[in-house]
């Protein structure tokens, strides 16, 4: 079973930092796009940042200068180091993956569970 598995969330205070990592497992071939999502309560998900296959990268303008995704196509994991975090950053944040399973299949989107990130003083 193809899972992907979070870890890093927290409570911070206002300017501090998180890393958050996001490995996937199971049967993978290949695995193209990987981002990071956040939902705030009563609002809806929103993309944070997202990152190729040939680490081509794409930020969220309220994320730039603070928060940097990168990964490790070894170990098939995507990671977001936040920097000066916000109240205004406090949000469930969600692992996302492009993920083709064998050398025939389709590409399927795949989510991870979600990790709460609460930064308050």
């Known amino acids: 079973q193809l899972q992907l598995v979070e870890s890093g969330g927290g409570l911070v205070q206002p300017g501090g930092s998180l890393r958050l990592s996001c490995a996937a497992s199971g049967s993978i071939f290949s695995i193209n796009a990987m981002g990071w999502y956040r939902q705030a309560p009563g609002k809806q998900r929103e993309l944070v940042a997202s990152i190729t296959s040939g680490r081509s990268t794409n930020y969220a303008d309220s994320v730039k200068g603070r928060f940097t995704i990168s990964r490790d196509n070894a170990k098939n994991t995507v990671y977001l180091q936040m920097n000066s975090l916000k109240p205004e950053d406090t949000a469930v944040y969600y692992c996302?993956?492009?993920?083709?399973?064998?050398?025939?299949?389709?590409?399927?989107?795949?989510w991870g569970q979600g990790t709460q990130v609460t930064v308050s003083s």
């Open positions: 996302n993956a492009l993920i083709r399973r064998t050398i025939a299949s389709n590409t399927f989107n795949y």
